[in-house]
Each structure stands twice: as C-alpha cells, then as structure tokens.
C-alpha cells in the first residue's frame, strides 16, 4: 500500500472503506472522508504517517492503544469504529462528525463567551471522566482534538494515539515527553509519570485559552514553552478579559497547578464546580486542599500577577510556588530556579531568553520614561502595591518576587529592591526588571537525606520536618522497587517549613520487549534472551524425545515475541530436530472431499457463506453472456442483488476445496427469470469460463 500522502479518491484500504477526498493533516495521521462498503455510510479515516510506521514502538503500541480508544463509548467522545493494517498502512476509523476543531472556533471568534465556553468544557470534562473511570489516559489534550457540531456538541478525539507515537515530543530530563507543547503538564514536561490529572491540567490551559482567546504559555521553541510549564504561571483570564466572573480565575487556576496533588482530583470534581458555577457565578471555587498546599490560605490561586480585583495575598502564593525550587544553602543567597537534568548551557540560553520575552503574555504599552516607586517598607498585599506593580508589568517591566528568611522584618514586608529608588527615578520599563525582597518571617529547615529509603519512610522524614513531598516514578536497573532515587529540591538545601518536595523513586527496572526466537539454533536463541536482560527458561521437547544439542531449534516460544515482560522473567522455549521443525512448519494432512452444494437460484451472498463454510477460499464468476447488468460481483452491496445461474460442478458432486476449480455464471433478478424461463432461445453457458474473476468466499458477506 502507498504511503498516506499518495491516495486519491477511490483507493479502498483494508477491503473496505473506499476514500472519498481528504479533509483534514494532522501531527500524526492524514484525515480522508471515505465511504465503509459494508453498509455506505461516511466514515472518518485516519492513515497514521510513514513515519510512525516505521517506528517499532508505535508499530507496538498500536494495536492496544486502539483497541483501548475503541472500548469508549461515550456522547461526547468520537467513536472508533475499527482499526487495522492494510499492507504497510496503519489506520483508524472513527464516526464522521460535520463541524469544526475548537482551535478553529478560537482562531475565528477569539476569546468565547464565557456562557458558551463552560458548557463545552463540560462536555469535554464529562468525556474525559468516562475515559478516566475505564483507565484510559488521553495523554494529548488540546483544541484540535476536539470537535464541535453545528449544535455545539464537544466531542473528545484521539484517544491513544499520543501514547503509541514518540513523536511531536522534546526531551528535557533524558526522558520522552508526549503530547503537544503548548496543553501538556508539567510532569510531561519533565518526562514524568503521566496520570488522569495531567489531562485535567492541559483541561485548565484549554479552558484558558477559551475564555481569553490567548496562549498562557508561548515562546519561540518547545523546549522554551516547557521550561514555561515548569516554572511561570499565566495572568488570570480576567487581565485579558475583565468582565470573567473571579470564580473562572479560580477554577482555572486550581486546574493548571505545577503540583499534580494541587489539581482537581478527578475529571468529576472539575465538571461539578462548573455545574455549581453556572447556578451561582458568586459562589466560592477552585479551592486547594490543605494537604496540596505550603501552609498558604484556601483560597490560593496559580495564576501570576492577577487583575486588580484579585486579592494579592494569590501572588505571594504564586511567586513563592515559582520560586519553590530557588532554594539555597545558606541565608544571604537569592533563590536560583532548579529544574534538575536541564543542561547548564541550555539553561543559561533560556534565561536570557525568559529576560527579554517573559512579558510575552502582556501587552506592554510605549516605553516611556516612568518614575519608579519606592517600595521598601511596604507590605506586598496591600492594594496601592498591587495596583502599582500591575501598572508596570503592563508597561512591560518584568516582576520577580523573592522570599527570603529574615526575621528581623516583619512576614510580607518589602525589605529591599532592586533596582533601588528613592522614589524619584525615572526609567524605561520596557526590558527592565524589578526584584523586590520579601521576608517569610519563618524559619528555613534543611531538607532531609532520604535517598535509599522506602517511600513510607521518606515521606515519614520529610513531614515530620514540615514539609509537603509528593512522588514521582522513574525506571531503575540497579535501585530496588519503591526505594528513594533523589528529591527536588536536593537533600541539604534549606527551604521554608510547608514547601512542596518532588521526590523520584524507582519503579523499578523497565519493561523489555520478548525477542523473536523462533526457528533459531538453540545458541543463538539463548545469546538472544540473556542479551535482552530475560532468563532462559525450561526447554521443553515438540515430540517428547531427547534432542541432540547440535540439531537443537526452538519451535515455540512463552511469552511471545513483541510481549513486555519485567526483566529476568524466564521465557520457556519448546524445541525440536530442523525435521521438527520443518514438520511443524509444514504440516501434511489429506485433502477433504466435500459434496457440492446446489447453488443455482441462490444470491451470491449465499453462495459466499455456503462454500466459505465447506473451506472454500476462492471460486471464480463470469457474468450469463445474456446478461446487461451493471452489477459488481466484488462489492458486497451487489453481492446481495446477484443470483447464480449456473454452476461447473452440479450440485451432489464429490469436489475438493481448493483444488477442484467452481465457476459460477451469474445474472441479475431478471436474468435469472430468463434464464429458468426462456422466451427465446437461451446462448449457450460458455464453460470453463472466460476471462473468470477470482472472488473470494468469506463467512461474513455484507
């Protein structure tokens, strides 16, 4: 079969669904409109790219994802229909849905109303929770995965398909990051442990971007839109849009936490505070639990900098979450952003870039010469400092806020700024950047070492110190299972009490694919499994006698080839001479003798069943040369309207399945009344037949 790019109208793929134009290119698959033969209706086909069929992990992971996707079965889920290969051509076929991507909604109408975007997004959270609840993973939010109907109906596609492809990723900590930059979550960006609350997070940056029209995080690469994820927050929806009622801000911002255990727990508590936020826009939402929090109110936000109707005490929470990872050894340092396995000389490129582009979000006004406030001495949740500090990020100043241990000043006091001003300076804000020192007024704990224990125990050690850790698998060949590999920030740095702790731990060793043994010299095949990390497991006899060590070949293999299995698990191999095996390759059994069926004044169809169920695989037809009919004896439609005439071997005869040859004449309706009744002289049946048409018996026809 040719590749994707190639097909035109008509080509049918896997027997059945015949392309009828394209209408639509994806990241992954090429979209056709075709028609499915067995019944006519419309079908959406998806042929996935050369590329992914070329790669061996996709060509795996194919075939489960699929059939996982196709277990859905849900209104606002595009359903799978079928899947399969046709020659080289992996493909999937979905319900056709007429309408258009909400991306496309978003680029035409911009920002939606609020009012038409949260019963969308509940929609898309109720698909999300039927997917969640049968442990389906869609991995690959986003708009263009969404479709709306005419009668704004949101229907979630492509479940799956980000999970059997590698491809569309960035690689930030050595492991493969899946799913497309702009909607996926933090631990995806870090090559982490991907969970039902990672779609929930890319959820809240669709809900966003729905209701600003806007891209929270955006940059000039991938790897600098994830590094975005990991440490920036967006402003509220309302600084783009002011008349959003507060609760979105909040709904939105609980949703799109870096913290995974910070995020709405399942898809059906995010769906239930948008049910509650149409009934009362007032009401009180997207509250953080207290145990997902750092010791900061209920009420905490993600959100940056937020509008001004917002409460400020959000930002401290927002800039001290930012600068979590900014821990330092010793008192007097300013916090430095840790985001582990980053290359050093990767990291200093984007955070020249995150200087020059951080207000990429904003929309800064000219740059005039401004004065700049004195804010020493003031307390970084009052109003006036949160008004100021707008203003200027409007105009294009970046705003870092730095929490330090000093108990000497009083908590949420601005002790020092840079650059300092008496409150006379005057300068271009447009580039510039304005860090304010803000005392925590408590003390630093030094994290604990719990590299090498026990996950039960680490967590024990990090709460007792006052910490908040949540965990994070990762595969190791050398650490045991459940054991401590290292935490974010490290053991030794000194941090407030209440802050959260990533910690890694193994998982163990990773999965290896079974090799394919079969049909080699015992040697080899041992060489093999050891050399993939598997043991050679008992080696069972095909005929129960000893076999020679130097005629030795493996006939069968448990598990199969291309099976995952942990490492070291025995893989059991049954063995025999190479006569066994070219016995067990060839088997010889005597052919069977079937009597002959009456097939005349039967449809096709029938003829089809009737033959496939004596083992029939093949016979040929030739149309009755007294015939005019435009019907096709290949496409089952026809099938069903074409009658056979005459057949070569009468009915009652002794035949063998696929050796004797069977010719069938065959007519339509009126043919075959002509044909039984002549009114004139019928032309003679031309046997054998003439130019015959090989036609396949199946079990199934139509």
């Keep these: 079969m040719n590749s994707a790019q190639q097909f035109t109208a008509g080509t049918v793929i896997g027997d059945r669904y015949r392309i009828i134009k394209p209408i639509g290119q994806g990241g992954m698959a090429s979209v056709f409109l075709a028609e499915d033969l067995t019944n006519g209706e419309g079908v959406a086909l998806k042929v996935m790219r050369d590329e992914l069929t070329n790669d061996p992990e996709f060509v795996r992971r194919f075939a489960t994802e699929a059939r996982a996707a196709a277990s859905l079965d849900h209104p606002n889920i595009v359903k799978v229909l079928d899947y399969g290969q046709d020659g080289d051509v992996r493909y999937i076929v979905q319900e056709y849905v007429q309408g258009e991507t909400l991306k496309d909604m978003i680029r035409r109408e911009g920002a939606l109303d609020f009012r038409l975007a949260t019963p969308l997004m509940i929609q898309i959270g109720l698909a999300l929770e039927h997917a969640h609840q049968r442990e389906v993973i869609h991995r690959d939010m986003k708009p263009q995965n969404i479709l709306i109907t005419d009668d704004m109906v949101a229907k979630v596609t492509d479940f799956g398909i980000a999970r059997a492809s590698s491809m569309n990723t960035i690689t930030l900590t050595g492991g493969v990051v899946m799913g497309s930059v702009h909607y996926f979550s933090p631990e995806q960006a870090r090559g982490g442990e991907v969970t039902t609350r990672s779609d929930l997070y890319s959820l809240g940056i669709i809900f966003y971007e729905m209701l600003t029209g806007e891209l929270p995080f955006d940059g000039e690469s991938s790897v600098a839109i994830a590094i975005k994820h990991l440490q920036e927050f967006p402003p509220a929806p309302s600084y783009y849009e002011p008349e959003l009622p507060k609760a979105l801000d909040d709904i939105v911002g609980r949703a799109i936490q870096k913290n995974p255990a910070a995020r709405y727990r399942s898809a059906r508590e995010f769906v239930d505070e948008l049910d509650a936020f149409m009934v009362d826009p007032n009401g009180v939402y997207g509250v953080i639990p207290q145990t997902a929090q750092r010791s900061e109110p209920a009420s905490t936000s993600a959100l940056g900098v937020p509008s001004r109707r917002n409460n400020y005490n959000k930002v401290r929470d927002i800039d001290r979450t930012y600068n979590k990872r900014r821990s330092s050894r010793y008192r007097d340092t300013a916090i430095v952003v840790a985001i582990s396995a980053v290359a050093v000389v990767l990291l200093a490129l984007l955070t020249i870039w995150l200087v020059k582009n951080f207000s990429s979000n904003e929309k800064p006004t000219e740059n005039i010469e401004i004065v700049l406030d004195n804010f ?3 307390e970084i949740n009052n109003d006036e400092v949160i008004e100021r500090l707008n203003e200027l990020q409007r105009a294009g100043m970046e705003i870092e806020l730095l929490y330090r241990v000093d108990e000497s000043v009083l908590e949420d006091i601005i002790f020092r700024q840079e650059p300092e001003s008496d409150g006379t300076l005057k300068i271009r804000p447009q580039g510039q950047k304005l860090t304010l020192y803000i005392s925590s007024g408590q003390d630093s704990v030094v994290v604990p070492e719990v590299e090498g224990d026990t996950r039960v125990m680490a967590e024990q050690k990090l709460r007792t110190e006052g910490f908040l850790p949540y965990f994070t698998p990762e595969f190791s060949d050398t650490i045991p299972k459940d054991i401590v590999i290292r935490t974010v920030p490290s053991s030794g740095s000194e941090l407030p009490r209440g802050e959260n702790i990533e910690v890694i731990y193994s998982s163990g060793p990773e999965n290896v694919r079974v090799p394919d043994v079969l049909e080699m010299p015992i040697a080899s095949a041992r060489s093999l499994i050891e050399d993939k990390g598997l043991l050679v497991g008992s080696e069972i006899s095909y005929t129960g006698d000893p076999i020679p060590e130097n005629d030795k070949y493996v006939i069968k293999q448990s598990p199969a080839a291309g099976t995952e ?22 088997p ?13 004044g039967k449809t096709q169809s029938e003829a089809d069943s009737l033959l496939s169920s004596l083992g029939v695989q093949e016979y040929s037809v030739q149309r009755w040369p007294g015939s005019s009919s435009s019907l096709n004896p290949n496409t089952s439609a026809d099938k069903k309207k074409i009658y056979i005439l005459a057949q070569n ?4 005869t002794e035949f063998t399945p696929n050796k004797d040859g069977i010719v069938l004449t065959w007519g339509d309706a009126s043919d075959y009344e002509s044909y039984t009744n002549p009114q004139t002289p019928t032309p003679p049946v031309t046997d054998p037949a003439t130019d015959p048409t090989t036609e396949p018996a199946t079990d199934n026809p139509g």
Excluded: Q, S, W
């Excluded at 299995?565 to 060839?586: C, H, M, Q, S, W």
């Excluded at 071997?649 to 009652?652: D, N, Q, S």
């Design 649 to 652: 071997i009468e009915a009652g």
């Design 376 to 378: 020493t001495g003031k």
């Design 588 to 600: 010889t059994t005597a052919p069977t003798v079937r009597i002959m069926p009456k097939l005349e």
């Design 565 to 586: 299995v942990p490492a070291r698990t025995p893989i059991i191999l049954e063995v025999g001479t190479y006569d066994d095996l070219y016995e067990f390759k060839n």
